[in-house]
C-alpha cells in the first residue's frame, strides 16, 4: 500500500505561483510513476505532469507546458508540482498519484491517490 498526501493548494491572482506537494509513504519502492491531475467543475479529471521516479524523465500537458515543472526529491518520498504564470483555467482540484508502471496520463494506470488539494485562481 502506498499513502499520498498533497498539501500546498490555495486561492493566488492570475500570474501568480503555487508550489504542491505529495508526500507518499508505505511500499513506494513498489511504484516507477508519480503524477499530478486536476479535475474542475464538470470536467473530467485530466492529467498535468508526471515523473518516472526512476530515470527521473518528466512529461507535461500542453496546456501546462513551460509553467509547471514536476521534481522528485527521493530523500523526502516527496514529489513537487511547480506552479507559475497561473491562470483561472487552472482552477481546479489537484490530485497526485502513484502507479507500477504504464503511460503517465493514463488514469486507469493509477492505483494510488491523494485526497487533493484545491488551486483556485482568479482573474
Known amino acids: 500500500q502506498v499513502q499520498l498526501v498533497e498539501s500546498g493548494g490555495g486561492s493566488v491572482q492570475a500570474g501568480g505561483s503555487l508550489r504542491l506537494s505529495c508526500a507518499a509513504s508505505g511500499s513506494t519502492y513498489l511504484t516507477n510513476c508519480m503524477a499530478w491531475f486536476r479535475q474542475a467543475p464538470g470536467k473530467e479529471r485530466e492529467g498535468v505532469a508526471g515523473i518516472y521516479t526512476g530515470g527521473g524523465s518528466t512529461y507535461y500537458a500542453d496546456s501546462v507546458k513551460g509553467r509547471f515543472t514536476i521534481s522528485q526529491d527521493n530523500a523526502k518520498n516527496t514529489v513537487y508540482l511547480q506552479m507559475n504564470s497561473l491562470k483561472p483555467e487552472d482552477t481546479a482540484m489537484y490530485y497526485c498519484?502513484?502507479?507500477?508502471?504504464?503511460?503517465?496520463?493514463?488514469?486507469?494506470?493509477?492505483?494510488?491517490w491523494g485526497q487533493g488539494t484545491q488551486v483556485t485562481v482568479s482573474s
Open positions: 498519484a502513484a502507479s507500477y508502471g504504464g503511460s503517465w496520463s493514463d488514469q486507469s494506470s493509477f492505483a494510488y
